[in-house]
């Protein structure tokens, strides 16, 4: 392993992935430095989603390596492990649990042993406790706190997951389109919730929002048919040609 | 830690079923062995047997509702688990027997001489006593739920999946049963039991004793089912139920969750097995059929999923309404009025009988709350 990789949080180095011969990944490299925030762009099948479920340890690459924390190999470890690992993930589609309270899902969610038999007798601290109010603060959910994930709107769902992200106290997030479906006003809260987080952990976002990336105002990769086309500022990418004849040519 | 585990399920909602079910436990018997039979309250020696019958299923309906309510794991084969739990107290049953038989074998079970065997076999030692009887009917159930669901849930195999190969479990168990050379009675089963802890298993007292001891066993199965829901673990268990994937990726191993759900719940079907047998004085290889796997589920969603009161509720009226079908003329047509009664259900009560007139109170609340029920309907889980 290079010099490159041992001092990266998360490496990925020629990861590829196909579905039925169709290469969803192709020669993908990445590298994420420790603190470091990413935006991840690129049209739609570009490969963004499938990405994550390669580093999540959802599907297993074809080939290529993928390190966490320079040396962690992740390809040999499941989805559970990988958590454990501080990687945590917020999905494309929001997926809460629907029929547990806001608090419960922040408790789920909370750092912590996770063995079946732990669970079984486990109390609840006060510092647990209190560390679950500061993430209803933090995602402005306080109020509904008692309230079915089913009954929060969309944006309210995004949130949660975020704060679910937070709960976990992960060294790394993956962030899969934390604007969608989100109002114009709640897009810009969320950049600055992520801004927020973004100080003290590493984060990578995808997203398609421009005006939300721009607000990030961070390092831009972007991804087409599986691997990457471009990187850099996101002035810099916006001003090369390959990009634009993506973007346009759709 | 085990008291305290036992003590935050102790709701007022638990106590009164606690409650009803000891008084129910003492109630029934007594109203059998201390009324006149004339009199208008009496309670006859048949109906006693009949209604301890029900609260064995009753505990089999829950144990399911255990891992379909909560976790969405839908056993078609948990007859299986009864049916073992049977089997082992049948045999103490008959060790019991001792040179009474027919053949008046002192050691050897009538249909053991009957084959010509002339020792028995090294399966059978032990369940002279009933203390190594009572232990093997949690421990096969729960060794066999064990290695399949070691197996199941590794591979991660789910949904119609799963539900397909648990009976194809239970259909397995019922051919080999049938069979003589595997040691159980063959298609006879095991049967004309004498002695249960050296009582008379006919007499009135000792069918009091045993419907009692399945009314504490209902109590205690719904005791432990409320404090595995109240405690952290079962609010996985519904993470799991409402999206699997996403629990994974928040660091927990799905897999051992439903192989520890699982087991306690063939447990407690093992132990309604077990309770079952001796009431109803017979075990055939019948009781693994795939059916019987099916009208338990079919309790469970009638009564309602998930909330733990209804597959008890299901069990008891589904059983009466069949006890009082096929004593009819109309026996033949039970089968439709059962098929009819679940595809109704689950079309206008999809929460069940419970789920839609009791509300769930409190379940919003963060210390405590119950989960909200499903519909009947699994959810797709992501
Ligand atoms: N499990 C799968 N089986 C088959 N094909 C898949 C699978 N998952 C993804 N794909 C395909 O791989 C390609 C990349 O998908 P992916 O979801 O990673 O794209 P994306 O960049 O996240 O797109 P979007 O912006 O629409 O979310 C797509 O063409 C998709 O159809
Ligand atoms: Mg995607």
């Not at chain 1, 392993?1 to 998360?10: I, P, Q, R, V, W």
């Amino acid at each position: 392993m290079n010099e490159k990789a041992k001092n990266s949080l998360l490496y990925l180095d020629g990861v590829s992935v196909s579905f039925d011969g169709f290469k969803a990944l192709n020669a993908l490299s990445l590298v994420i430095e420790p603190g470091e925030m990413r935006a991840i762009i690129g049209p739609n099948g570009a490969g963004k989603t499938t990405m994550m479920d390669v580093i999540t340890g959802k599907t297993k690459p074809d080939e290529g390596d993928v390190y966490f924390s320079g040396s962690v190999d992740l390809r040999r470890m499941d989805e559970a492990s990988i958590a454990s690992l501080g990687i945590g993930r917020k999905f494309q589609k929001p997926t809460v649990f629907e029929s547990h309270s806001v608090w419960d899902n922040l408790e789920l969610a909370l750092a912590g042993p996770r063995g079946p038999f732990a669970m079984l007798f486990h109390k609840r601290t006060r510092a647990e406790e209190e560390r679950i109010e500061a993430i209803l603060t933090t995602i402005r959910l306080g109020e509904k706190r008692d309230w079915l994930a089913a009954n929060l709107s969309h944006g309210q769902k995004q949130w949660l997951e975020i704060g679910m992200l937070l709960a976990q106290e992960p060294k790394l997030l993956l962030v899969d389109e934390p604007a969608a479906g989100m109002t114009d006003a709640e897009t810009a809260e969320t950049a600055i919730l992520l801004k927020e987080i973004a100080k003290t952990k590493s984060v990578v976002v995808v997203e398609h929002d421009m005006t939300f990336v721009r607000d990030l105002d961070v390092k831009v990769t972007v991804l087409h048919e599986g691997s990457v086309l471009s990187e850099g500022t996101l002035d810099h990418v916006s001003a090369d040609p390959r990009v634009v004849e993506v973007y346009l040519g759709r | 830690m085990l008291s305290g585990f036992l003590l935050r399920a102790l709701d007022r909602r638990t106590w009164i079923v606690l409650l009803l079910l000891v008084a129910i436990g003492l109630a029934v018997p007594a109203l059998n062995l201390f009324t006149d039979p004339s009199s208008p309250i009496h309670v006859p020696t048949y109906v006693v047997a009949l209604l301890g019958k029900y609260l064995t299923y009753a505990l089999l309906a829950l144990s399911v509702d255990l891992i379909w309510g909560y976790c969405g794991i839908l056993s078609l084969g948990h007859g299986a688990f009864f049916a073992l739990g049977g089997y082992a107290m049948g045999m103490y049953l008959m060790r019991q027997i001792g040179a009474r038989g027919v053949y008046a074998n002192p050691t050897l079970p009538d249909f053991m001489v009957f084959l010509n065997w002339k020792e028995l076999p090294w399966f059978w030692y032990g369940f002279d006593m009933f203390w190594f009887a009572a232990l093997m009917v949690l421990v096969v159930p729960g060794l066999l739920a064990f290695v399949f669901g070691w197996f199941a849930f590794r591979s991660r195999v789910t949904g119609v999946y799963l539900s397909i190969i648990t009976q194809a479990m239970t259909y397995a168990l019922l051919l080999a049963f049938f069979r003589n050379d595997m040691g159980f009675g063959g298609n006879n089963g095991l049967t004309d039991f004498k002695d249960i802890l050296g009582f008379n298993i006919q007499a009135d007292t000792t069918r009091g004793a045993l419907f009692l001891a399945s009314a504490l066993a209902l109590a205690l199965g719904f005791l432990v089912c409320r404090a595995v829901i109240a405690s952290k673990f079962g609010k996985v268990l519904v993470a799991v139920r409402d999206a699997e994937s996403r629990t994974r990726f928040i660091g927990y191993r799905v897999e051992g969750y439903k192989l520890v759900v699982f087991v306690l719940s063939a447990m407690m079907a093992g132990v309604a097995g077990a309770l079952y047998v001796p009431q109803v004085g017979i075990i055939n290889p019948g009781e693994f059929a795939p059916a019987n796997s099916i009208e338990a589920v079919i309790w469970v969603a009638v009564g309602g999923r998930g909330t733990l009161i209804g597959p008890i509720v299901g069990a008891v009226l589904v059983n009466f309404a069949k006890t009082w079908f096929t004593t009819g003329m109309l026996a033949e047509y039970w089968l439709f009025v059962l098929g009819g009664l679940f595809v109704a259900v689950t079309l206008f009560l999809p929460k069940g009988v419970v789920g839609t007139f009791i509300g769930r109170k409190g379940a919003n609340r963060p210390g405590n709350g119950i989960p909200a029920a499903p519909a009947a309907q699994p959810q797709p889980a992501e």
